[in-house]
């Protein structure tokens, strides 16, 4: 092959001139647009952002709510695989933690009741509580 100089002429009629005319175009015409009236791109960031913290602020409001159970309710789950706490008022759904609990099956003198006495007991170091919320 044999390649000759391309003259002024036959380079602005060429593919690659076009082409990079009309990304030049464009790329002008788009940062005009945005320069002389930047508000739609504005607004648009603006209520993306602000259906952002919606979001997130309704998913604050689910965790933050509070479910509120019966006694009775509570000590349907008095087994090993399924256990309950009353501690200070709050339910707690310990299930998943009664094979690992370091006093062993205690955990389950008190399934679907009120523990909160013993779980303040001597038995359990401060840094239990910490763990719980």
């Not at 648009?44 to 006694?71: G, M």
Request: glycine share 6%; aromatic share 10%.
């Amino acid at each position: 092959h044999c390649k000759t100089k391309m003259g002024v002429e036959e380079w602005i009629f060429s593919w690659h001139f076009l082409a990079i005319t009309f990304v030049a175009f464009v790329v002008i015409t788009v940062i005009g647009r945005i320069t002389r009236d930047p508000a739609p791109y504005l607004l648009a960031e603006k209520k993306r952002k602000e259906e952002e913290e919606q979001r997130k602020a309704k998913e604050q409001e689910k965790r933050e709510e509070k479910k509120v159970f019966t006694l009775a309710e509570v000590e349907k789950h008095n087994k090993q695989e399924d256990c309950w706490l009353i501690i200070d008022g709050k339910v707690y759904d310990v299930t998943s933690f009664v094979f690992d609990h370091p006093g062993g099956a205690s955990i389950l003198k008190n399934a679907g009741k009120d523990n909160t006495v013993g779980f303040h007991g001597d038995q359990h170091p401060l840094r239990v509580a910490d763990q719980l919320d």
